[in-house]
T-cell receptor
Framework: NAGVTQTPKFRILKIGQSMTLQCTQD?????MYWYRQDPGMGLKLIYY???????DKGEVPNGYNVSRSTTEDFPLRLELAAPSQTSVYFC????????????FGPGTRLTVL | SQKIEQNSEALNIQEGKTATLTCNYT??????LQWYRQDPGRGPVFLLL?????KEKRKERLKVTFDTTLKQSLFHITASQPADSATYLC??????????FGAGTRLFVKA
């Protein structure tokens, strides 16, 4: 099992550009999450999904969109990138909703200039 | 306001000693608490979970305590090794999808 994979590892965007961060898991987990991690701060939940076709907002959803067309994939879309979106983005998945291990991907480091 | 606090200063200890990391929280009633390890440039990796009705949990050299009266969890690594050097995150589970992560404490274990 590859676990949770994310692409790209690094990306530099100009203000106003758009991009999609890819996330795939091969553990057949229903639950998937997108977090951002800023220096000195805890992980903040952006969006989550409880299964294919179902997504919902987390704590910091503004400026982002997600979709979940399959169990395996959960891409995160940034529209009109802003410097405030410079961060490290982690995708995670879990088997059950509550009190369960979250498996994290390796992260995407995004810089918006 | 709700807060989860981990010591932002790095913890430096000598190999073989016990490392103790602290996680304090306010204005939460967590159903469980988790500890994760994060190495530079990598995603967090789950270590231990302890529920609100448990006082202590152990796994090999790791021990976690959970005091809901003090609103505190302690994470211990006994017989620490240089390979234990990493950032350790605590995460509160309040039910559903709301997992609140602390900012983490960096641990350096010197040989």
């Amino acid at each position: 099992n590859a676990g949770v994979t994310q692409t790209p590892k690094f990306r530099i965007l100009k203000i106003g550009q758009s991009m999609t961060l890819q996330c795939t898991q091969d553990m057949n987990h229903n639950y998937m999450y997108w977090y951002r991690q800023d220096p000195g701060m805890g992980l903040k939940l952006i969006y989550y999904s409880v299964g294919a076709g179902i997504t919902d907002k987390g704590e910091v959803p503004n400026g982002y969109n997600v979709s979940r067309s399959t169990t395996e994939d959960f891409p995160l879309r940034l529209e009109l990138a802003a410097p405030s979106q410079t961060s490290v983005y982690f995708c995670a998945s879990s088997y059950i909703q509550d009190a369960d291990t979250q498996y994290f991907g390796p992260g995407t480091r995004l810089t918006v200039l | 306001s709700q807060k989860i606090e981990q010591n932002s200063e790095a913890l430096n200890i000598q190999e073989g000693k016990t490392a103790t990391l602290t996680c304090n929280y306010t204005n939460y009633s967590p159903a469980y608490l988790q500890w994760y390890r994060q190495d530079p440039g990598r995603g967090p990796v789950f270590l231990l979970l302890i529920r609100e009705n448990e006082k202590e949990k152990r796994k090999e050299r790791l021990k976690v305590t959970f005091d809901t009266t003090l609103k505190q969890s302690l994470f211990h690594i006994t017989a620490s090794q240089p390979a234990d050097s990493a950032t350790y995150l605590c995460a509160l589970g309040t039910g559903g999808f709301k997992t609140i992560f602390g900012a983490g404490t960096r641990l350096f274990v010197k040989a």
